[in-house]
């Protein structure tokens, strides 16, 4: 009995890896950028729009979810501004008084 020798993608090497300024081979699509080796990583023209699909769909669905630090850095860091924009209101203020101006324009020297 003779069995038949199942093809997988791990034997038949469908990705190929092109550095910075090579050309794309023909018939393949980058499907995605290896940042950490600046290398575009492609696939054959129609594999590539779903390896790029399923990727996309991964790193949104586990990458791109802030955690609770990061929410609590946010709120921090919302709150820090709000307090510096009301505190420069304030020198704003203080420093227009002494300047001699109520509102927009000058006072006058009569109307204290």
């Excluded at 092109?18 to 129609?46: K, L, M, Q, R, S």
């Excluded at 609770?68 to 709120?75: A, F, G, N, Y």
Aim: charged content about 25%; overall charge positive.
């Amino acid at each position: 009995m003779k069995f038949k020798r199942v093809i997988s993608l791990k034997a038949i090497k469908l990705q190929k890896s092109t550095n910075p300024g090579e050309c794309i081979p023909w018939g393949y699509g980058i499907a995605y950028w290896d940042y950490c080796t600046f290398h575009a990583i492609a696939y054959p023209v129609p594999i590539n729009l779903l390896v790029r699909w399923s990727r996309n769909l991964w790193q949104a669905l586990t990458l791109h979810r802030p955690s609770k630090i990061d929410e609590e850095l946010q709120k921090a860091y919302q709150k820090g501004r709000r307090d510096e924009a009301q505190d420069n209101e304030k020198l704003q203020s203080r420093l227009a008084r002494a300047a001699g101006y109520v509102g927009n324009f000058p006072r006058i020297d009569g109307d204290n």
